[in-house]
Structures are given as structure tokens and as C-alpha cells.
């Protein structure tokens, strides 16, 4: 009998949720609400065509491209990232403290390399983004959550947690939270900031959902209130550029980007070159400004008639929230109803095929919660699609409850 690594039994439900998440996601037949896939009109074709027919030479970039590269990433896109990405939003950087991975999801994999042995503790808001848990389980660490409300996470839980736990790092997503969409205030963002430094404790900011802000007033980054180096940012291009070139960056101190070049040359020597050249000159190029409105623009439109589309067809008694940005939106049913057997049900009945993501994967609490949640991905649907969807899904919702909260159409 082939015998794994106790590992792969620690994450076995998160990966059987993500398994489940990325098979819906490319059903022709499914509208789904359930991937956090950019919009396909989002994806710069064109631009990345036109940028490899042009730099793709002996003469261009051809064989720097193809050819082993710098380990901690081609030194204009580090320089991208600290003047188009970093100052803007109040974060002073340099390059050499910036390392390009493959897809933000890979520097989150190489700071457990850094930090996590199995039993540590990391402290997760509840809700969290299930993927970020499959690494942590991975990795044999013990989850535990920290309350959260409209305004991200409670500082008083994250501190009295802290206290009774001792993690080895608090994870966070401030902006535009994966799964609820919510964004952690200007105050609660020094505070967590301010906690790191006080308790010793490493602040995991993984924040890819930042520069898709359509609306509400800008804040700065975890990072930026970070005078000690215990916050490390990552980040992704995937839902700026494109989540096929799988790139992404940390932003570390000086003693853990050290730690970082190892566990990375331990890993795969380096980001794949050829994605990281296109992206450089796609900046370089000043084709970012003016995609990026587009994208903010596109999303947007999609937020609005999603929000719409819930208020309409869904039942009275829902709530959900509204996302100043990202691709989600959050929402809670009435009547005790189940969104797992709700989900299973809507992709078996022929006149809804509907998907979205059933809230009680979220919550590494277990015991039921979130189980009458979903989160719903507006992101990678066009507006007429949303629209039916919607009115699909809630007529289902509508069809469990009394008449009495049955829905306006």
C-alpha cells in the first residue's frame, strides 16, 4: 500500500474544497459564481502579443526570456513593483527587498518554508480564504480563527488570540477579503500592524485584491504602518495582468528576504523568466494606466448589477455585502437553509445550473458555521449572465422557504 506523508492527511478537506471550486469553474453548461477568475475582457491579449512579437528576439529579450534568470526576479519588474505598485500606496521600498514568485500563492508557500513547523500556531480571520489554509495545513500548522465584522478583523480578538496562542504569524487579507469582500479599516490596519511588532509575531498580508478599487476611499497597506519588519506583503499580478503568467511578489526585511533567496533557490531557482519579461515591458510601456481603469471600470459594472440582482431575487432577509473592489461579494440566507446541499442541488437541477463556493469551507471552526453562506464571484461573468443567474439561484433559495419570505419576482 503506497504509504503518503501525514500532510497529506492534515489538508485533505481543504484540498477536497478547492478540488470541488476549480471543477465547476470550467463547465460551458454551469453559469458559476464560484471561481475568482478575472474577467476574460480583462485578460491584454492584444498588448502581451504585440509586447512578445517585438521583444522576443536575439536581438530584444529573446535570450533572456528562455534563459536561467536572477533568483530574486528580473530587476525592472522589482523596480516596477516598488515605483507603479508600492509608492502609491504609501509603502517605501527598494528592490532588493522585493522577490517576484510564481503566483502570489508561492510566497505564501515559501514563508511557511521560513517560518512554520508542524503544531505552530497561525491565526486566520473567520472567514478565510480556503486556499491559504490548504498551504497552512500542508505544512501542519494549527489554524485558529480571529472574529471578524463589517470592518475586517477585531483588533481585540487578533490581540487577546495572540496572547493566549503565541503564533508563529497572523494571516490577513485587508482589502477586499476573500471570501466576504470586506476591507479592514485605516485604524485597525496600524493596529494590526502595531501588534506584530509588539508581540514579535510575523503579519502575513496578502493583499491581491488591492489594486481593483472601483470605489470608496483608497487606504494604505498593513505594510505601510510596518516600522519593525514584522508585516511581509504579498502580492499577485494575477488579477491586474494576468493569472496565466503565475507571478507574484513579496515584500520582506532585509534578514527574511535573505531566508526567502534560500528557501526559493530550494525550491524552483527562480520565476519563470519569459512571463516576467512580458509583464516588465507591459509597464514599461505605460499600457498599465489605462487597462487598469478598464478592469476597475469592467468590475464595477459587475458589482453593481450583481448587487442589484441579489436585492431583487433573492429572498427577503438575506444579507450580503458591498465590495468597494475585488471579485465577491458575501452573502448570508434566511431560513436556516444549508448552501452546500443547495449547491449540490443547483448544479443537478437542469434549470438552474448555478455554482458559487458554500460558506462553511471558509471556517476552520467547523461545528456548522457558515453553513448558511455563500460567497458569490461576480468578477468573471458578463452582467447579462449575472442577471439570469441570479434570478436562477434565487428562485431555487426562494422555493425552500415560506411564501411569506419568498422573493419579489
Known amino acids: 500500500m503506497t504509504v503518503f506523508a501525514q500532510r497529506m492527511k492534515t489538508m485533505e478537506k481543504s484540498a477536497s474544497i478547492i478540488r470541488g471550486l476549480f471543477g465547476a469553474m470550467n463547465d460551458p453548461g454551469i453559469i458559476s459564481f464560484g471561481g475568482g477568475a478575472p474577467a476574460r475582457e480583462a485578460l491584454p491579449i492584444d498588448i502581451v502579443r504585440e509586447i512578445t512579437n517585438e521583444v522576443i528576439t536575439r536581438d530584444g529579450r529573446g535570450v533572456e526570456a528562455l534563459q536561467y534568470g536572477n533568483v530574486m526576479g528580473l530587476p525592472d519588474l522589482r523596480e516596477i513593483v516598488v515605483s507603479e505598485l508600492l509608492a502609491p500606496k504609501g509603502v517605501e521600498a527598494d528592490a532588493g527587498r522585493i522577490i517576484i514568485t510564481s503566483g502570489g500563492l508561492e510566497g505564501i508557500n515559501l514563508l511557511c518554508q521560513l517560518f512554520i513547523d508542524p503544531g505552530d500556531v497561525i491565526l486566520v480571520e473567520s472567514p478565510t480564504f480556503v ?101 511581509v506583503l504579498a502580492n499577485s ?38 512571463p516576467q519579461v512580458i509583464c516588465a515591458e507591459f509597464f514599461k510601456r505605460g499600457y498599465y494606466p489605462a487597462h487598469h481603469r478598464m478592469i476597475c471600470d469592467l468590475y464595477r459594472e459587475r458589482r453593481d448589477v450583481m448587487i442589484e440582482s441579489i436585492d431583487k431575487f433573492f429572498p427577503k432577509g438575506t444579507v450580503r455585502t458591498f465590495p468597494d473592489g475585488g471579485l465577491f461579494t458575501w452573502a448570508r440566507l434566511p431560513g436556516g437553509i444549508n448552501t452546500t446541499d443547495l449547491l449540490a442541488e443547483s448544479l443537478a437541477a437542469p434549470d438552474v445550473r448555478v455554482a458559487y463556493v458554500a460558506g462553511e469551507g471558509f471556517f476552520i471552526e467547523g461545528n456548522g458555521m457558515g453553513n448558511d453562506c455563500m460567497r458569490i464571484s461576480f468578477g468573471g461573468v458578463p452582467p447579462e449572465k449575472i442577471r439570469i443567474g441570479a434570478e436562477r439561484l434565487g428562485g431555487l433559495i426562494c422555493s425552500k422557504l415560506d411564501q411569506g419570505l419568498s422573493c419579489e419576482a
Open 237 to 274: 499580478f494575477s488579477k491586474i495582468f494576468s493569472p496565466g503568467s503565475r507571478l507574484g511578489y513579496v515584500l520582506a526585511s532585509e534578514e527574511i528576504t535573505a531566508k526567502l533567496f534560500d528557501a526559493k533557490t530550494a525550491t524552483n531557482s527562480h520565476t519563470s523568466m519569459l
Open 131 to 231: 486556499h491559504c489554509v490548504e498551504i497552512f495545513e500542508m505544512f501542519q500548522a494549527r489554524c485558529v480563527s480571529v472574529a471578524m465584522d463589517e470592518n475586517g478583523m477585531v483588533p481585540e480578538d487578533l490581540e487577546a488570540k495572540i496572547r493566549e496562542y503565541r503564533p508563529k504569524m497572523v494571516y490577513v487579507i485587508p482589502t477586499f477579503q476573500n471570501p466576504t469582500g470586506r476591507t479592514l479599516s485605516l485604524e485597525r490596519r496600524k493596529k494590526v500592524a502595531e501588534l506584530g511588532s509588539l508581540y514579535d509575531t510575523i503579519i502575513l498580508e496578502d493583499d491581491p485584491y488591492r489594486d481593483i478599487r472601483y470605489s470608496g476611499t483608497d487606504l494604505p497597506p498593513i505594510k505601510a504602518f510596518d516600522t519593525t519588519g514584522h508585516t
